[in-house]
Protein backbone atom coordinates (compact mmCIF):
# COMPACT_ATOMS: atom_id res chain seq x y z
CA UNK A 1 0.00 0.00 0.00
CA UNK A 2 0.93 3.74 -0.70
CA UNK A 3 0.95 6.70 1.47
CA UNK A 4 -1.41 9.24 0.29
CA UNK A 5 0.69 12.19 -0.91
CA UNK A 6 -1.60 14.84 1.89
CA UNK A 7 -1.73 17.87 -0.39
CA UNK A 8 -3.16 21.06 1.17
CA UNK A 9 -5.98 21.86 -1.32
CA UNK A 10 -5.05 25.60 -0.87
CA UNK A 11 -2.11 26.87 -2.49
CA UNK A 12 -1.84 30.52 -0.83
CA UNK A 13 -4.32 32.55 1.17
CA UNK A 14 -3.74 36.49 0.73
CA UNK A 15 -6.59 38.21 2.83
CA UNK A 16 -9.98 36.84 2.02
CA UNK A 17 -8.95 35.15 -0.85
CA UNK A 18 -7.82 31.57 -1.44
CA UNK A 19 -6.12 29.67 -4.72
CA UNK A 20 -6.65 26.41 -4.70
CA UNK A 21 -5.91 23.62 -6.73
CA UNK A 22 -8.82 22.56 -7.88
CA UNK A 23 -9.03 26.58 -9.35
CA UNK A 24 -5.67 26.72 -10.50
CA UNK A 25 -6.27 22.58 -12.77
CA UNK A 26 -8.69 24.41 -14.28
CA UNK A 27 -6.89 27.81 -15.17
CA UNK A 28 -3.99 25.14 -16.42
CA UNK A 29 -6.14 23.53 -18.66
CA UNK A 30 -8.18 26.75 -20.57
CA UNK A 31 -4.48 28.10 -21.00
CA UNK A 32 -3.41 25.05 -22.45
CA UNK A 33 -6.82 24.53 -24.78
CA UNK A 34 -6.30 28.41 -25.65
CA UNK A 35 -2.49 27.61 -26.69
CA UNK A 36 -3.49 24.80 -28.23
CA UNK A 37 -6.25 25.81 -29.99
CA UNK A 38 -3.97 28.84 -31.61
CA UNK A 39 -2.06 26.00 -32.80
CA UNK A 40 -4.94 24.05 -34.61
CA UNK A 41 -5.92 27.16 -36.14
CA UNK A 42 -3.13 27.53 -38.55
CA UNK A 43 -4.43 23.91 -39.92
CA UNK A 44 -5.84 24.80 -43.46
CA UNK A 45 -8.77 23.82 -43.00
CA UNK A 46 -9.79 25.45 -39.70
CA UNK A 47 -12.63 26.81 -39.31
CA UNK A 48 -10.84 29.39 -37.22
CA UNK A 49 -8.21 32.35 -37.31
CA UNK A 50 -5.82 32.83 -34.32
CA UNK A 51 -7.38 35.60 -32.99
CA UNK A 52 -10.62 33.98 -32.51
CA UNK A 53 -9.61 31.45 -30.22
CA UNK A 54 -9.61 33.90 -27.11
CA UNK A 55 -13.31 34.11 -27.60
CA UNK A 56 -13.70 30.37 -28.17
CA UNK A 57 -12.03 29.39 -25.21
CA UNK A 58 -14.14 32.28 -22.81
CA UNK A 59 -17.18 30.34 -24.29
CA UNK A 60 -15.88 26.87 -23.64
CA UNK A 61 -14.95 28.40 -20.39
CA UNK A 62 -18.52 29.12 -19.33
CA UNK A 63 -20.25 26.25 -20.52
CA UNK A 64 -17.47 23.61 -18.92
CA UNK A 65 -18.29 25.35 -15.57
CA UNK A 66 -22.33 26.10 -15.29
CA UNK A 67 -22.96 23.34 -17.38
CA UNK A 68 -20.66 20.90 -14.93
CA UNK A 69 -21.58 22.00 -12.18
CA UNK A 70 -25.31 22.27 -12.70
CA UNK A 71 -24.48 18.74 -14.05
CA UNK A 72 -23.29 17.23 -11.04
CA UNK A 73 -25.40 18.49 -8.50
CA UNK A 74 -28.81 17.51 -10.51
CA UNK A 75 -27.20 14.18 -11.62
CA UNK A 76 -24.89 13.09 -8.42
CA UNK A 77 -26.61 15.27 -5.02
CA UNK A 78 -29.82 16.17 -6.02
CA UNK A 79 -30.48 16.20 -2.14
CA UNK A 80 -27.91 17.58 -1.41
CA UNK A 81 -29.25 20.59 -3.35
CA UNK A 82 -32.48 20.41 -1.96
CA UNK A 83 -31.22 20.72 1.85
CA UNK A 84 -29.05 22.94 0.94
CA UNK A 85 -29.26 25.31 -2.39
CA UNK A 86 -26.64 27.63 -1.86
CA UNK A 87 -24.21 24.46 -2.35
CA UNK A 88 -24.93 25.13 -5.86
CA UNK A 89 -22.76 28.14 -5.73
CA UNK A 90 -19.77 26.47 -3.81
CA UNK A 91 -17.71 25.50 -7.00
CA UNK A 92 -14.48 25.83 -4.53
CA UNK A 93 -15.88 22.46 -2.36
CA UNK A 94 -15.67 20.34 -5.69
CA UNK A 95 -17.81 18.44 -7.53
CA UNK A 96 -18.22 19.01 -11.67
CA UNK A 97 -19.92 16.31 -13.46
CA UNK A 98 -18.39 15.69 -16.61
CA UNK A 99 -21.54 14.95 -18.55
CA UNK A 100 -23.36 18.25 -17.42
CA UNK A 101 -19.99 19.67 -18.63
CA UNK A 102 -19.93 18.42 -21.91
CA UNK A 103 -23.98 19.85 -22.52
CA UNK A 104 -22.76 23.03 -21.13
CA UNK A 105 -19.73 22.98 -23.79
CA UNK A 106 -21.69 22.01 -26.57
CA UNK A 107 -24.77 24.68 -26.23
CA UNK A 108 -22.16 27.44 -25.31
CA UNK A 109 -20.41 26.49 -28.82
CA UNK A 110 -23.53 26.20 -30.94
CA UNK A 111 -23.97 29.96 -29.70
CA UNK A 112 -20.62 30.78 -30.72
CA UNK A 113 -20.71 28.61 -34.41
CA UNK A 114 -24.12 30.66 -34.86
CA UNK A 115 -22.35 34.39 -34.36
CA UNK A 116 -19.31 33.23 -36.28
CA UNK A 117 -21.80 31.81 -39.07
CA UNK A 118 -20.04 28.17 -39.20
CA UNK A 119 -20.95 24.99 -38.67
CA UNK A 120 -21.71 23.30 -35.86
CA UNK A 121 -19.77 20.27 -36.52
CA UNK A 122 -16.69 22.18 -37.57
CA UNK A 123 -16.48 23.95 -34.08
CA UNK A 124 -17.15 20.86 -32.20
CA UNK A 125 -14.30 19.12 -33.86
CA UNK A 126 -12.28 21.40 -33.95
CA UNK A 127 -12.41 21.72 -29.93
CA UNK A 128 -12.64 18.10 -29.40
CA UNK A 129 -8.66 17.50 -29.97
CA UNK A 130 -8.55 20.33 -27.21
CA UNK A 131 -10.53 19.17 -24.33
CA UNK A 132 -8.89 16.03 -23.07
CA UNK A 133 -6.04 18.12 -21.51
CA UNK A 134 -8.20 20.16 -19.13
CA UNK A 135 -10.22 16.47 -18.41
CA UNK A 136 -7.26 15.70 -17.13
CA UNK A 137 -6.00 18.25 -14.89
CA UNK A 138 -9.21 18.08 -13.90
CA UNK A 139 -9.29 14.61 -12.58
CA UNK A 140 -5.72 15.25 -10.90
CA UNK A 141 -7.46 18.37 -8.68
CA UNK A 142 -9.87 15.24 -7.90
CA UNK A 143 -7.23 13.46 -6.56
CA UNK A 144 -5.50 16.08 -4.13
CA UNK A 145 -8.71 16.79 -2.89
CA UNK A 146 -8.96 12.85 -1.92
CA UNK A 147 -12.12 13.06 -3.64
CA UNK A 148 -14.13 10.39 -6.23
CA UNK A 149 -11.45 7.92 -4.82
CA UNK A 150 -11.88 4.19 -5.77
CA UNK A 151 -13.42 1.01 -4.86
CA UNK A 152 -11.69 -0.79 -1.74
CA UNK A 153 -8.94 -3.02 -2.92
CA UNK A 154 -5.58 -4.86 -2.00
CA UNK A 155 -3.52 -4.07 -4.75
CA UNK A 156 -0.19 -2.96 -3.92
CA UNK A 157 -0.80 0.87 -5.13
CA UNK A 158 -3.89 1.14 -3.24
CA UNK A 159 -4.01 4.14 -0.55
CA UNK A 160 -6.47 5.31 2.26
CA UNK A 161 -7.96 8.91 1.47
CA UNK A 162 -8.05 11.27 4.77
CA UNK A 163 -11.66 12.05 3.56
CA UNK A 164 -12.89 8.24 3.38
CA UNK A 165 -14.93 7.76 6.97
CA UNK A 166 -14.61 3.98 6.50
CA UNK A 167 -10.56 4.21 5.99
CA UNK A 168 -9.97 1.71 3.73
CA UNK A 169 -7.30 1.11 0.98
CA UNK A 170 -8.45 2.28 -2.24
CA UNK A 171 -8.09 2.62 -6.04
CA UNK A 172 -6.86 5.92 -6.68
CA UNK A 173 -8.84 6.15 -9.48
CA UNK A 174 -9.01 9.87 -10.18
CA UNK A 175 -5.00 8.77 -11.96
CA UNK A 176 -6.47 6.01 -13.51
CA UNK A 177 -9.32 8.92 -15.33
CA UNK A 178 -6.29 11.18 -15.18
CA UNK A 179 -4.11 9.19 -17.42
CA UNK A 180 -6.92 7.66 -19.50
CA UNK A 181 -9.35 10.27 -19.96
CA UNK A 182 -6.74 12.94 -20.08
CA UNK A 183 -3.34 11.54 -21.71
CA UNK A 184 -4.96 8.55 -23.88
CA UNK A 185 -8.08 10.00 -24.96
CA UNK A 186 -5.88 12.97 -25.97
CA UNK A 187 -3.19 11.13 -28.14
CA UNK A 188 -6.14 9.22 -29.81
CA UNK A 189 -8.39 12.15 -30.48
CA UNK A 190 -5.82 14.68 -31.38
CA UNK A 191 -3.33 12.09 -34.04
CA UNK A 192 -6.87 11.64 -35.43
CA UNK A 193 -7.60 15.04 -36.44
CA UNK A 194 -3.93 15.99 -37.83
CA UNK A 195 -5.36 15.16 -41.41
CA UNK A 196 -8.81 16.48 -42.45
CA UNK A 197 -11.57 14.01 -41.77
CA UNK A 198 -15.49 14.41 -42.66
CA UNK A 199 -17.60 16.65 -40.48
CA UNK A 200 -18.35 15.74 -37.15
CA UNK A 201 -16.01 12.87 -37.43
CA UNK A 202 -13.33 14.21 -34.98
CA UNK A 203 -16.44 14.62 -32.56
CA UNK A 204 -17.84 10.87 -32.92
CA UNK A 205 -14.15 9.62 -32.06
CA UNK A 206 -13.74 11.87 -28.94
CA UNK A 207 -17.47 10.89 -27.59
CA UNK A 208 -16.38 7.51 -28.31
CA UNK A 209 -13.65 7.05 -26.65
CA UNK A 210 -14.24 9.77 -23.69
CA UNK A 211 -17.11 7.35 -23.21
CA UNK A 212 -14.98 3.81 -23.75
CA UNK A 213 -12.55 5.02 -20.92
CA UNK A 214 -15.09 6.50 -18.37
CA UNK A 215 -16.99 3.23 -18.81
CA UNK A 216 -13.84 1.32 -17.80
CA UNK A 217 -12.90 2.98 -14.97
CA UNK A 218 -15.64 2.90 -13.77
CA UNK A 219 -15.59 -0.70 -12.23
CA UNK A 220 -13.03 0.43 -10.02
CA UNK A 221 -14.27 3.62 -8.96
CA UNK A 222 -16.33 3.96 -5.71
CA UNK A 223 -20.18 4.75 -7.12
CA UNK A 224 -21.45 8.17 -6.56
CA UNK A 225 -25.12 6.14 -6.64
CA UNK A 226 -26.36 3.33 -6.19
CA UNK A 227 -26.32 0.86 -8.99
CA UNK A 228 -28.28 -0.46 -11.44
CA UNK A 229 -28.81 -3.85 -12.57
CA UNK A 230 -26.59 -4.50 -9.12
CA UNK A 231 -23.20 -3.34 -11.06
CA UNK A 232 -23.59 -0.72 -13.74
CA UNK A 233 -22.91 2.75 -11.79
CA UNK A 234 -24.37 6.20 -12.77
CA UNK A 235 -21.17 7.40 -14.62
CA UNK A 236 -21.29 4.49 -17.14
CA UNK A 237 -25.31 4.85 -17.27
CA UNK A 238 -24.55 8.15 -18.76
CA UNK A 239 -21.57 7.18 -21.03
CA UNK A 240 -23.44 4.03 -22.67
CA UNK A 241 -25.11 7.11 -24.72
CA UNK A 242 -21.83 8.87 -25.72
CA UNK A 243 -20.36 5.57 -26.72
CA UNK A 244 -23.62 4.83 -29.01
CA UNK A 245 -23.83 8.30 -30.25
CA UNK A 246 -19.64 8.34 -30.95
CA UNK A 247 -20.07 5.43 -33.04
CA UNK A 248 -23.33 6.58 -34.92
CA UNK A 249 -21.55 10.15 -35.48
CA UNK A 250 -18.74 8.58 -37.18
CA UNK A 251 -20.96 6.48 -39.09
CA UNK A 252 -22.98 9.04 -40.44
CA UNK A 253 -20.18 11.68 -41.09
CA UNK A 254 -18.24 9.36 -43.75
CA UNK A 255 -21.62 8.02 -45.32
CA UNK A 256 -22.22 12.25 -45.88
CA UNK A 257 -18.46 12.46 -46.97
CA UNK A 258 -19.29 9.71 -49.74
CA UNK A 259 -22.37 10.89 -50.84
CA UNK A 260 -20.81 14.14 -51.18
CA UNK A 261 -18.35 12.85 -53.65
CA UNK A 262 -15.68 12.90 -50.94
CA UNK A 263 -15.54 16.62 -51.36
CA UNK A 264 -14.72 18.70 -47.35
CA UNK A 265 -17.08 21.47 -47.42
CA UNK A 266 -15.29 25.19 -47.55
CA UNK A 267 -13.75 26.01 -44.56
CA UNK A 268 -11.37 29.07 -45.24
CA UNK A 269 -11.20 31.75 -42.69
CA UNK A 270 -12.27 35.00 -44.69
CA UNK A 271 -10.48 37.95 -43.72
CA UNK A 272 -13.14 39.69 -42.66
CA UNK A 273 -13.40 36.82 -40.25
CA UNK A 274 -9.79 37.42 -39.16
CA UNK A 275 -10.93 40.97 -38.17
CA UNK A 276 -13.96 39.22 -36.00
CA UNK A 277 -16.32 39.90 -38.30
CA UNK A 278 -19.69 37.30 -39.04
CA UNK A 279 -18.89 35.51 -41.86
CA UNK A 280 -21.19 32.55 -42.68
CA UNK A 281 -20.00 29.79 -45.30
CA UNK A 282 -22.96 31.07 -47.93
CA UNK A 283 -21.16 34.54 -48.05
CA UNK A 284 -17.65 32.97 -49.03
CA UNK A 285 -18.85 30.70 -51.58
CA UNK A 286 -20.40 34.06 -53.59
CA UNK A 287 -17.00 35.95 -53.14
CA UNK A 288 -15.59 32.79 -54.30
CA UNK A 289 -18.42 32.98 -57.59
CA UNK A 290 -16.87 36.76 -58.10
CA UNK A 291 -13.68 36.26 -57.49
CA UNK A 292 -14.14 33.28 -60.81
CA UNK A 293 -16.05 35.95 -63.01
CA UNK A 294 -13.24 38.75 -62.38
CA UNK A 295 -10.33 36.15 -63.07
CA UNK A 296 -12.94 35.14 -66.39
CA UNK A 297 -13.39 38.73 -67.34
CA UNK A 298 -9.40 39.35 -67.34
CA UNK A 299 -8.38 36.72 -68.92
CA UNK A 300 -10.82 37.40 -71.98
Not at 118 to 131: K, R, S, T, Y
Not at 264 to 287: C, E, I, L, R
Not at 289 to 300: D, E, I, L, V
Request: with cysteine; aromatic share 14%; proline share 6%.
Amino acid sequence: MLPYPSIDPIIVTIGPISLRWYGMMYLLGFIAAYLLGRHRSQQAWSPLHADQVEDLVFYGAVGAVLGGRIGYVFFYGFDHFVSDPLWLFRIWEGGMAFHGGLLGVIFALFLYARKLGQPLGAICDFVAPIAPIGLGLGRLANFINGELYGRATDVPWAMVFPSDPEGLARHPSQLYQCLLEGLVVFIIVYSFSRRRRPLWAVSGVFLLAYGVARFAVEFVREPDASLLLDWMTRGQLLSLPMIIIGVAMLIFSYIQFRRQGEVHPTMTVSSKQKAGSKVSVKNKSKGSKRSKKTKTSQNS
